[in-house]
């Protein structure tokens, strides 16, 4: 089986990649801007000319949240339109579609984890951008698609949120992090893992969220951070959101539900304190 993963060089693509590489009955080819654009239907068609997929990987976003609320249009470009400019070359050739997404297409104001199925609603810029892309995924290959939802990504590479708080615990005496904000901290060889397991067994086509499981909030996982790297997790202070205000509004609660897995037979993603516990012995720093 041909697999072409797109956005190769970034927090999960370069995951992703050694994952696959493992699996012998796959040819695996990585790529990232500028050797293709998404957001070009021709660019697409050269890509796919050269290497025929029966697999494609989605892993390339705009990703700057806050960025997004000012920038809206350069999101969509790489949000809304290149999922359907890629979805619509799949739906040509007959290529199956793995498209990564996010829990900001959800407003945040759930308690209790959003189901699979659960009606969007996107608080932010970011948000209904990434929502864009997914419905043109939908839309476009409805039995033939992955939809892959994740949320508070970290990872060994690039930039994220264990890395800085890495740092600033090197820099600063204490670090104030919000407690009102729940989700699912999630390790990119986690995510890329539970990828290649759909890869390999092939469940029935649709949406998936691949988040770690549990819950926690952004102040408890940073002390966690601090506890791992040896540091006391007292110099973790609390703050709210009121205090600590980002041009793009976060969800308060990022939390995911796992259901679609069980009822194809799958396991969900382990624990997330478990997987961030792997990425410190897999090397995590603050580069």
């Known amino acids: 089986m041909r697999v072409l993963v797109i956005g190769c060089n970034g927090q999960l693509g370069s995951a992703l ?28 068609d050269l890509v796919f000319g050269g290497f025929d997929p029966d697999f494609v990987i989605n892993c390339a976003a705009y990703t700057a949240v806050d960025d997004a609320e000012t920038n809206e249009d350069a999101a969509m470009r790489i949000n809304g339109l290149g999922p359907r400019y890629l979805a619509d070359e799949c739906r040509k050739s007959g290529t199956w579609m793995v498209h990564v997404s996010t829990d ?5 104001s759930a308690t209790s984890p959003y189901a699979e199925d659960e009606t969007p609603s996107p608080a932010s810029a970011y948000g209904r951008t990434k929502l864009a892309g997914d419905q043109a995924v939908q839309e476009l290959l409805p039995a033939s698609h992955y939809l892959i939802r994740t949320a508070w ?35 990119a060889a986690d995510l890329a893992t539970q990828i290649g397991l759909l890869l390999d067994r092939h469940p029935a086509p649709g949406t998936y969220h691949g988040t770690n499981s549990g819950e926690v909030s952004w102040f408890e ?27 793009a509004p976060r ?27 792997q990425a410190f012995e897999d090397g995590i720093s603050a580069d």
Not at 24 to 36: C, F, K, N, Q, T
Not at 156 to 185: H, I
Not at 223 to 247: C, K, N
């Open 104 to 108: 900001y297409v959800f407003d945040g």
């Open 17 to 44: 990649m050694p994952v696959l590489a493992r699996n012998r009955s796959l040819a695996v080819l990585g790529i990232d801007y500028p050797d293709i654009d998404i957001a070009d239907p021709h660019s697409i």
């Open 153 to 187: 990504l970290y990872g060994l590479q690039g930039s994220n949120f264990v890395k800085t708080m890495l740092r600033l615990e090197k820099e600063r005496d204490t670090v104030s992090v919000v407690t009102d904000q729940v989700g699912q901290p999630t390790y």
């Open 251 to 277: 969800p308060a609660y990022s939390v995911l539900g796992h259901d679609r897995w069980m009822q194809e037979g799958l396991p969900e993603m382990r624990p997330w304190r478990e997987a961030l516990q």
């Open 221 to 247: 996982f940073t002390r966690e951070i601090f506890r791992l790297a040896g540091a006391d997790p007292d110099r973790v202070l609390p703050t709210t959101s009121a205090e600590f205000v980002r041009p």
